[in-house]
């Protein structure tokens, strides 16, 4: 459930990045931790110093009761200064709003100036970041704030981590790699670390919390005046957070929702966890009976699981008893328990109860009201959560339940376009049940956008036409009501290799981050983590095409660069412990350079079409075709051993 009011929860004192392990004995307790004291400004400013015309104030504050002022015009200051415990690469976040211009923030190490960001007029509060400062043990950090022609207020500030992976995206065309950079920037900037006390069951009706706790590594995935992360969010920005290096995150937020997804709670994990990854937030959970539940997100968490084990190869995804348990419930005894109000034949399809989220709503659009039983975004979802079982069984060396989870889902697929969404297109098809049976056509927002985006509308004319409807919806007064839900449709349409489209709405997406989001207090639609977090893999999976298995040292291309980008390339993309770099020019051309050590990679290069010409490094091979989701492929498979570098290129 999305919150009504937006502010940053206060006080949170952030651990220094996390170093290579060492042994116990040259380790025996617990590391130092570099710290803002009173980062809210709730205990007056705790270690800062003020010049005349600064301080601490209340009123205008982005969180909590309290915030740091300066007033107008020249020669107001306040800075504080901590020595280092240890060494450390750090991203140094606040939140600030200038009524005029010419304020500053600025970061100093020593002394010496690291940045200074100007700010710009902006009355609201915002999110400024200062990355990658890098520090050693004794080193005076320095943080101020200057004034400018106008007050300036500033308010929660956060370190994070400087992010361990570092990707970098080049191109023809500089809105693409401008774009990713701020984006990989901001996305970074939300994370969390092991080790920082911090409050919990922060809202906006509780902003102090009603305790502390000690943190576990996580990120933000919702709004930030709550001390949690959201199902729906997380799993949305799962592909974005690995490719900045957040793997210890995603799989510590994946297993704290599998952990929660109890017999008492029917199987449905629990809608949103403190960053202490353990207690659940109070504002969305009151009671086993009653707590906010929405169908899609179990299947989600399947699915997304699936994801993170073919990005890196990491067998927790298969080994650990505890994921392995919820996605064997989450695709059996899960659907079993939830399943009665509409007959669906052979399948079984999981429903909501029709009373609310916190009852158990069938899609993520809430605005469709009560009445649900099933739903586009549920069933889709469901859909892509058992081939992700195939997936994970697969991994696990459990061939027979991979092919029991293939039929399932082919199963599924047959049934929802035989039977389940009607011989309707367009605005006809059916996009919903009600608890009665009645079926449901017209707009649904999610459950309409998911259908085509999970890809469980067959390839062809009638899934072509409703990706025409979605866009016509999206466009007119009733599209998304928020930039949230606006960043799936990238998503949907390189899914269904509508490049174009889906670079218009990225460029759109982008272009709106400064534009007040409409919740006041959030801030810019840029502050709002989902928008980097999936900028960052809508140009790697979506522009880029990179499809990973790291498990079978694999790897996918296919461009789906848009008319008038000449050329894209993605540098150090990591898959598995190494990376890749892969550069497309045009549609007809791939060059993928293996930057492992040791690992060779199996390269499919795609391109779209039947070509009658292939060559691997100029070398021409016999022409080879397939394919899937109903668009045919000309391909290569050339093996790139470690160190080296192919090139894969198609004529006529």
Known sequence: MKPSRLMLLTAVALLAPMAPAVSAEAAPGPRPQLTIPDPGFENGGTGWTFTSGAGVGTGNRHGGERFLYLDAGAGKSAELTVVAPRDGSYDFSAWIGSAGTGGTYTVRRNGETVETITLPQHPGYA???I???????GDRLGIAFGSGTAWVNADDLMISPAAPADPKVT???????????????KANSWVQLPGTTGPVNVDENQTGGTGTASYEPTYWAGYANRSAYYSRDMTHQ???AHLIGLDAENETMLRSYAQSATAEHKYFPVWSLNFDARTYLSIDYKSPDNFVREVPATFELVEKAAQAYLWTGDRRYVDDPVLWDFYRHATEQ???????AKDNGKVKVA???GNGIFQGAASYNEQDGDGLAEAGDGIASEYQAYLAMAVLARGKGDTKLAKTYDKKAADLK???????SGTGTGADMVRAYTLSGTPVTGWGKENSVFMPMKQIIDPGPRNDAYLDYIEQQELGPEGSPNIESTTYLPDMFFKNNRNDTAWQWMQKIYG???TQHVNSSQGPDGDYPEVSFTLVSQTVQGLMGITPDAPDHKVTTQSRLPSGMKWLQAADVPIGTATVTVRHDGATKTTLTNNSRETSYRWEARFPGVHKRIEVDGVPQRVRTKKVDGVTYTYATPTVRAGRTAVVQVTG
């Open 131 to 137: 990355s990658g400062v890098t520090l050693r043990t």
């Open 127 to 129: 999110r400024y970041t």
């Open 171 to 185: 191109s023809s065309d500089p809105e693409i790699a401008e774009m990713f950079a701020w984006a990989q920037k």
């Open 238 to 240: 799962l592909a974005g």
């Open 351 to 353: 429903e909501g109860t």
């Open 512 to 514: 709106e981050r400064e």
């Open 414 to 420: 047959t049934y929802f376009n035989d039977e389940w």
């Open 334 to 340: 899960f659907i079993d328990l939830h399943n009665s």
